[in-house]
């Protein structure tokens, strides 16, 4: 057990609410602490506020100037975290929560094992005229 990394996993989802499709997970983000893990749900909703609904808006710099420290505090005691804003029909989420990293073959840091490079995308079917 002595290596395992403990740490947070973040996540953002997006749902349209105007359907009835599952969230998809836009993005997701290793952090390794409690402040690394708001830091990314922060800069995230900060590049986005301009764009939201007056109230949502507000909302967003609530959360960022007040809200972000209960939600550091609840990290810090091991508790998850969740943080949501509407804007017309879309919802976007995000998550932290406290985890246990296993440890990776050849990872070092936030670099990804040489294996990696193998794998390429495959080009998708081009569109039928």
Sequence with gaps: MN???PGYWCECWTEDLAQTRRPAL???????SAAQADRWIAIALRSITSALEPAEAEAAWDWLYDGRITTREALLRSEPCTVSVNNATTRITWTARPVLFLPLAHRQNTE??????????????PEPD
Excluded: I, M, V
């Excluded at 990804?112 to 079917?125: K, N, V």
């Design 3 to 5: 290596d395992l990394t």
């Design 26 to 32: 836009l993005g997701c983000f290793d952090a390794y």
């Design 112 to 125: 990804l094992p040489a294996c990696a490079e193998q794998f390429r995308p495959h080009a998708s079917d």
